[in-house]
């Protein structure tokens, strides 16, 4: 099944898709359900969104719960926090509730705290296995996606819905991560990968679908979307990145 993908020319024009991507999905899920359930990512990509959404109009703000898809073990102001990242680009700009921003308490005890953290998207979607209107991830040069790395047992979990995971290499933080089976059950997952420095993994994952890759597994359980810039997606071949700035174009034409 070819992957859904969208190519946009750069990281800003991504930045603005996803983010109206993101303002839809929250009209609906509002209209439909009432609230809008949405995990950010961590890392630099998604970065340009959050600005965007922080300066756009049309989002539902006093009906949206924020959710992350994983964080670093660290306090929330250590400057590698996802939510501090975040909460600088987006929290900060905007009239959420504040008991509606659900942020993964890095500088608790990893398990404890993803135990607390499951408990508590159960308890805010109503329901055992929570459905996220819009999950967005990134991807990392490994093929690693939220904080499921290569070769790690996280990958492999099928019951927890949120576990702590050791730091992946010397000089990282431990985390806490979202699991394959919380990721599959969003509405909508959307990966968020902008610059050259991701196109081998993205070529890895897409046109080879390499099924070792954590983020091959979750694209394929989850048929996520995919928002490139041309950078990202120039390993790509001819077919898959034709379609991808087709969509692009589609995405872009005036509305009538
Ligand atoms: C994290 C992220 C991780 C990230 C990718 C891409 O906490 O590090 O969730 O999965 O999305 O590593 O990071 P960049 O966007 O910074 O390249």
């Given at each position: 099944m070819s992957p859904r993908l969208v190519v946009a020319p750069t990281a800003q024009d991504v930045g603005e898709c996803v983010a109206a991507m993101i303002v839809r999905a929250a009209q609906g899920a509002v209209s439909r359900r009432g609230r809008f359930l949405l995990a950010l990512s961590g890392g630099q990509s998604p970065l340009?969104?959050?600005?965007?959404?922080?300066?756009?109009?049309?989002?539902?703000?006093?009906?949206t719960h924020l959710f992350w898809s994983d964080e670093r073990c660290v306090p929330p102001d250590h400057p590698d926090s996802n939510?501090?990242?975040?909460?600088?680009?987006?929290?900060?700009?905007?009239?959420?509730?504040?008991?509606?921003?659900?942020?993964?308490?890095?500088?608790?005890?990893?398990?404890?705290?993803?135990?607390?953290?499951?408990?508590?998207?159960r308890r805010v979607a109503g329901e055992d296995l929570p459905r996220l209107d819009v999950i967005l991830l990134g991807l990392g040069e490994d093929g690693h996606t939220a904080s499921l790395f290569p070769g790690s047992a996280a990958l492999d979990e099928r019951a927890r819905l949120v576990v702590a995971v050791d730091a992946p290499s010397e000089g990282m933080?431990?985390?806490?991560?979202?699991?394959?089976?919380?990721?599959?059950?969003?509405?909508?997952?959307?990966?968020v990968v902008?610059?050259?420095?991701?196109?081998?993994?993205?070529?890895?994952?897409?046109?080879?679908?390499?099924?070792?890759?954590?983020?091959?597994?979750?694209?394929?359980?989850?048929?996520?979307?995919?928002?490139?810039?041309?950078?990202a997606a120039r390993d790509l071949g001819d077919a898959l990145r034709r379609a991808g700035c087709r969509a692009w174009a589609r995405q872009t034409r005036p509305r009538v």
């Amino acid at each position: 099944m070819s992957p859904r993908l969208v190519v946009a020319p750069t990281a800003q024009d991504v930045g603005e898709c996803v983010a109206a991507m993101i303002v839809r999905a929250a009209q609906g899920a509002v209209s439909r359900r009432g609230r809008f359930l949405l995990a950010l990512s961590g890392g630099q990509s998604p970065l340009a969104a959050y600005a965007r959404l922080a300066s756009g109009s049309g989002m539902p703000w006093e009906r949206t719960h924020l959710f992350w898809s994983d964080e670093r073990c660290v306090p929330p102001d250590h400057p590698d926090s996802n939510f501090g990242a975040a909460n600088a680009a987006l929290l900060s700009r905007v009239p959420i509730p504040p008991d509606q921003v659900h942020r993964i308490r890095g500088e608790e005890d990893p398990a404890a705290e993803a135990r607390r953290y499951e408990a508590l998207l159960r308890r805010v979607a109503g329901e055992d296995l929570p459905r996220l209107d819009v999950i967005l991830l990134g991807l990392g040069e490994d093929g690693h996606t939220a904080s499921l790395f290569p070769g790690s047992a996280a990958l492999d979990e099928r019951a927890r819905l949120v576990v702590a995971v050791d730091a992946p290499s010397e000089g990282m933080h431990a985390r806490i991560t979202f699991t394959l089976p919380l990721i599959a059950a969003g509405r909508r997952v959307v990966f968020v990968v902008t610059g050259a420095g991701k196109a081998r993994a993205v070529a890895r994952v897409l046109e080879v679908q390499e099924a070792t890759l954590p983020a091959t597994q979750v694209a394929a359980a989850s048929r996520a979307l995919w928002v490139l810039d041309e950078e990202a997606a120039r390993d790509l071949g001819d077919a898959l990145r034709r379609a991808g700035c087709r969509a692009w174009a589609r995405q872009t034409r005036p509305r009538v």
